[in-house]
């Protein structure tokens, strides 16, 4: 079974920048495409970025673009987002996901996604 542990949430300063990890553990991460979405309170939650097994596919949403970038270690089955230039409006519980895929791309659907860590808490203050 696949288990998504994520950290590195916090409390941070507008211009501030953080850094998400989230680890993958009980099968292998290269097998699966892997994503970081964010929920805000009393808003859907949203894609902020996507990457594909081999992390040469990125996909990165138009909010965040300029500012967010996702990549992944294999090696440390682990994926990260780096979140420079924060603004308040980045607040929100971001969650990452993993899907086992065949194929070679990223996957932006969050209905794509069985597996879901717990969510970490990112805080910008103005």
């Known amino acids: 079974q696949v288990q998504l542990v994520e950290s590195g949430g916090g409390l941070v300063q507008a211009g501030g920048s953080l850094t998400l990890s989230c680890a993958l553990s009980g099968r292998t991460a290269s097998n699966y495409a892997m994503g970081w979405f964010r929920q805000a309170p009393g808003k859907e939650r949203a894609i902020v970025a996507a990457?594909?097994?081999?992390?040469?596919?990125?996909y990165v949403a138009d909010s965040v673009k300029g500012r967010f970038t996702i990549s992944r270690d294999n090696i440390q089955n682990t994926a990260y987002l780096h979140m420079n230039s924060l603004k308040p409006e980045d607040t929100a519980v971001y969650y990452c996901?993993?899907?086992?895929?065949?194929?070679?791309?990223?996957?932006?659907?969050?209905?794509?996604?069985?597996?879901w860590g717990q969510g970490t808490q990112v805080a910008v203050s103005s």
């Open positions: 990457i594909s097994r081999d992390g040469f596919r990125l």
């Open positions: 996901a993993a899907v086992n895929r065949v194929g070679i791309d990223y996957e932006r659907r969050s209905s794509a996604y069985p597996y």
